[in-house]
């Protein structure tokens, strides 16, 4: 799962980010707004990726807080901020940044960004366009979307991501414990993965997913498709 902290002393702007990476399947570990908070938060998650305001709170700019990641971690950092100045960009070469996004957000373009980072974070993973399911359905790794018939079929974040996480290990089970931690981020309960199972297989009418009893789910391929 990649994993993404968020440093943005504006709350709105702060949830209206983690809403998109959410729903995208991503895992936002945490949302600090000072550069204190965002060291202790780096050493406790290891995230892949930092999305820094370059201003918030405390006494450090979000800069100056980058630089510090940067003795202690080899996440990625995307500087967020609403100008785009030289002086912006001279800071952002500074820190050897992998980019910065703009305010007010794009989701496209949040979307793209981060998506080309995780590649290259992870050149050797397995990237798959489409994964086509027993019973007609695929699930789109572009839109993070189930799809039956091209029509789009309606389900929740928590439910996708649970799609999303084994379609992308398709070949393998994945265990109960593995999916609630990828889904939830407090003490295992696995009746809240069961109802979320129990609420894919419901709107699907199809058992689209298998479950390794004592062990974990697997989903279920549709072998007579070329997978790409």
Request: contains cysteine.
């Amino acid at each position: 799962m990649y994993k993404i902290l968020i440093v943005e002393d504006e709350l709105i702007s702060a949830e209206y980010l983690k809403n998109i990476l959410e729903h995208r399947g991503w895992e936002v570990v945490d949302i600090v707004d000072n550069g204190f908070d965002a060291i202790r938060s780096v050493k406790k998650h290891n995230p892949n990726l930092v999305l820094m305001d370059i201003m918030i709170h405390g006494s450090k700019s979000g800069c100056e807080v980058a630089m510090d990641l940067r003795k202690i971690s080899d996440c990625f950092i995307v500087f967020t901020t609403a100008y785009a100045d030289e002086e912006m960009i001279n800071y952002a070469m500074e820190v050897e940044a992998n980019g910065y996004l703009l305010k007010p957000y794009n989701e496209k373009e949040i979307i793209a960004t981060i998506s080309l980072l995780s590649i290259k974070q992870n050149p050797d993973t397995k990237q798959y366009k489409v994964s086509n399911l027993v019973g007609g359905f695929n699930f789109n790794h572009d839109t993070n979307l189930l799809y039956k018939n091209n029509q789009i079929v309606k389900l929740g974040p928590k439910a996708l991501k649970l799609i999303q996480i084994l379609c992308q290990n398709r070949e393998n089970i994945v265990s109960y414990e593995e999916l609630y931690n990828s889904i939830w981020n407090d003490e295992v309960n696995l009746k809240k993965l069961q109802m979320v199972v129990f609420r894919i297989r419901e709107i699907c009418d199809s058992h689209i997913l298998e479950n390794i009893n004592g062990v974990g789910y697997k989903i279920k391929i549709d072998h007579s498709f070329s997978l790409r």
